[in-house]
């Protein structure tokens, strides 16, 4: 975090400081950072009391004094001895002091560049990517997993300080306008639009929204900024009409006949999933990369982050080795470890962090390409949970997973439901409906299915199927109420 004293911060965010008896700190104390996690806190810091659906922040400024907090924001006073500036809206008040941090970065002089990066999928994912790229180069700050909101993007920007050289800034959304307030608290120097799909449908009603909340990290470059748009997306491709300065294009096919491109050609995996493809750079350099984490859809994302890096002046060749000793992203996304448990082993590839159509697809992509060329075929488990936010089409389309899941050649499929959430054990009978249809349509009478009610059901299935096939590959896929997640740390424990 850049300097600033608490009578600094009272000022950014539009506060009353009030330093009752006993306080620590005083105006003229400087903070040193900011944290929403009272856990988290250490002498110095700002401490920004959330009321959430389940926990109020506010119960946790008298403990977050004890642990040191320089100041906690808040929107009413509480009985602490530690000192406090009275907002209308903490969230607000965050947004705003993470927007004064920017400007002190700004300010300073040094060279400092944001990335922002949004779409419907692969946004953590390229965030990762880009993270490890521009460490290579400078001191790089980039969110934890999936921090991506009001709350999330200001913390993370809260981190930068006066050495750091890059802010990655990953920018998602709900609604309309979301993403335009993310980009008034860190305006983009070079903005990323990965790919408009149907995430949040429901939530958004229309493709056309989507396209709408997503172009506005474009219009909220800074002036001039530079914008990086994927040339293979049809809804991406109209973004470049309202950039405000100069458009780069990544693709597969169309970004290589597109002045300033970076492509992929000769995209091929291994056994075992791990993308291999040669990298086109504008000046004609044509680098081998193998990345070193699996799915053949992240060719895509590591071309959304070359393309910044070459931007800013990393050499390919030292792009391909970066991105091949990337092996862990964060959790949940393609993370592919042993199991043993009940007198089973399985091979897991959880990728079970959220889900739409389209990351499914692409999980279970990766779950087909799992053991080509080896010897002996694996036994291949779909578990796949439900996904939210589809809008009305949304039976139609987990009935389009469940066919897609069987027309992939997969050996079982687990649809994993929740029995005191009859939506989402909807949802997940659905998955099991496409692909019953799937598989008698086709003539697979021996593919193995099961609707399940919860974790510890699938838990059980894939135990007994993993039991009595000695080459047993394993996906999790599903969004977050799924419980998909919890069940992956069950196993990896």
């Known amino acids: 975090m850049m300097p600033m004293t608490v009578q600094e911060v009272a000022d950014a ?12 700190a005083d105006a003229d104390t400087v903070v040193t950072c900011a944290v929403s996690d009272s856990r988290q806190v250490r002498p110095g810091a700002v401490f920004v009391a959330i009321a959430g659906e389940r926990v109020d922040g506010h119960d946790f400024v008298g403990t977050a004094g004890e642990a040191g907090a320089a100041v906690a924001l808040v929107n009413h006073e509480v009985d602490a001895p530690t000192a406090q500036i009275v907002v209308d809206d903490t969230v607000a008040a965050l947004g705003a002091l993470a927007r004064r941090n920017i400007e002190l970065r700004r300010a300073a002089g040094d060279p400092f560049t944001i990335v922002g990066i949004t ?14 790229l521009l460490g290579d180069m400078g001191q790089t700050v980039a969110p934890v997993g999936s921090f991506n909101n009001e709350i999330g993007l200001p913390l993370t920007a809260l981190k930068v300080g006066e050495r750091t050289r890059f802010l990655v800034a ?16 860190a305006p983009p120097d070079i903005a990323v639009v990965l790919k408009v799909g149907v995430a949040h449908l429901g939530e958004f009603g229309s493709v056309e929204r989507i396209l709408e909340a997503k172009s506005e990290i474009v219009r909220g470059l800074v002036p001039g900024g530079l914008t990086i748009l994927n040339a293979d997306d049809e809804h991406v491709v109209t973004m470049g009409a309202i950039a405000p300065g100069e458009v780069l294009w990544f693709g597969v096919d169309a970004a290589a006949a597109r002045d300033g491109g970076c492509s992929a050609q000769n995209i091929d995996v291994d056994g075992f999933d791990r993308p291999r493809f040669t990298l086109v750079t504008p ?13 053949r859809h992240n060719v895509m994302n590591a071309l959304a982050a070359a393309s910044v890096a070459y931007r800013l002046g990393m050499a390919p060749e030292r ?36 889900a739409n159509p389209d990351s499914m697809r692409a999980g279970l992509d990766g779950l087909r390409s799992w053991g080509d060329g080896e010897h002996t075929r694996p036994f291949r488990i779909a578990v796949l949970g439900a996904m939210l936010e589809l809008g009305e089409n949304e039976t139609e389309l987990h009935r389009g997973v469940g066919e897609y899941a069987v ?13 005191q959430d009859p939506h989402v054990d909807a949802l997940a009978e659905a ?24 974790t510890d059901q699938a838990d059980a299935v894939v135990t007994r199927l993993a039991r009595d096939h000695a080459d047993t590959v394993v996906l999790l896929k599903g969004s977050h109420v ?10 990896t424990v």
Not at 407 to 419: F, I, M, Q, W
Request: aromatic share 2%.
């Open 283 to 295: 000046d004609g350099a044509r680098t081998p990369v193998r990345l070193g984490i699996c799915g």
């Open 319 to 354: 792009i391909g080795t970066v991105l091949g000793g990337l092996t862990r992203i964060s959790p949940h996304r393609m993370a592919v470890s042993t199991v043993e448990r009940g007198g089973a082993a399985f091979t897991l590839i959880d990728d079970s962090f959220n």
């Open 431 to 454: 998955v099991a409906d496409g692909a019953k249809r799937a598989a008698a349509e086709s003539g697979q009478d021996g593919v193995s299915i099961d609707w399940v009610h919860d």
């Open 482 to 491: 799924s419980g998909l997640s919890a069940l992956a740390e069950r196993w």
């Open 170 to 185: 990953e920018m998602g959304a709900n609604h309309v306008g979301e993403i335009a307030r993310l980009t008034t608290v």
């Open 119 to 132: 779409g419907s999928v692969g946004k953590t994912t390229t965030k990762d990517m880009l993270s490890a």
């Open 407 to 419: 027309g992939s050649g997969v050996d079982a499929v687990v649809a994993v439901g929740r029995a």
């Open 13 to 24: 965010v539009g506060g009353r400081l009030t330093v009752s008896a006993g306080a620590a």
